[in-house]
């Protein structure tokens, strides 16, 4: 039986598809290869009785060829406020290992991983407007991104998209937005203008929480 555990906060995620990213609809990247990096910040969370409210992780992530081709790196990142418990709890969490198998984004994509670099136990600077599309995270020295609208090409007003996975391993819903990422840790990456999506999550071990 998985642990358990509960993680409920904003997240951004950043990646070299285009807006609205192939992924989300079962269909190939973009770019024929994916490069991203994500960050939540956990509001209200616990894992076997260890606290994790207001904690912020993130990963940086890179796939030579589609997701589900495997032989993806990851570089996880934890607060460094975690104590010892705090950083053992959220590195099984984001290893996927306390989660049911296929339940959550945390299992599925830690099951095409070739390789994962040691953690960094850094601070995270996070924040988020979900329904403005708005908002950046940055470890300093490692990885930035940021979230900004979509603006439609004629008027220049915000654009404003969401998607609704009602059996997705991730969120329930998303908002969409334009993303810039820029990575200079072992996995270097660089980009603007690229599919980003913001949600509010609510995810334990068997998956999203309705």
């Known amino acids: 039986m998985a642990t358990k555990w509960l993680i409920k906060g904003p997240e951004i995620v950043t990646c070299t598809c285009d807006f609205g990213c192939p992924c ?3 269909s190939l990247p973009t770019k024929g290869y994916c490069h991203a990096a994500a960050a939540i910040r956990i509001d209200e969370g616990h894992f076997d009785g260890v606290k994790l409210n207001g904690l912020k992780i993130a990963v940086v992530l890179a796939w030579p060829q589609a997701i589900h081709f495997g032989h993806g790196q990851a570089l996880p990142i934890v607060d460094e406020r975690a104590d010892e418990k705090q950083r053992n709890a959220l590195l099984q969490i984001m290893s996927g290992q306390a989660s049911t198998p296929g339940a959550t ?3 599925v994509f830690a099951s095409t991983y070739e390789k ?4 960094l136990f850094k601070p995270i600077h996070f924040e988020a407007d979900i329904d403005a ?10 990885v930035s991104g940021s979230a900004a ?4 090409a004629v008027t220049n007003e915000p654009h404003r998209v969401r998607i ?3 059996k997705g391993f991730e969120y329930r819903t998303a908002e969409i937005a334009s993303g810039s990422l820029k990575a200079s840790g072992p996995i270097k990456i660089d ?3 690229r599919h980003c999506h913001l949600a509010m999550l609510n995810i334990g071990p068997d998956g999203p929480i309705a």
């Open 105 to 107: 984004f945390f299992d």
């Open 24 to 26: 989300q609809f079962n």
């Open 149 to 152: 609208p979509i603006r439609n």
């Open 191 to 193: 980009f603007e203008g």
């Open 133 to 142: 599309r708005t908002g950046r995270f940055e470890v300093p020295g490692v």
């Open 164 to 166: 609704n996975l009602p």
């Open 116 to 119: 994962v670099h040691d953690p």
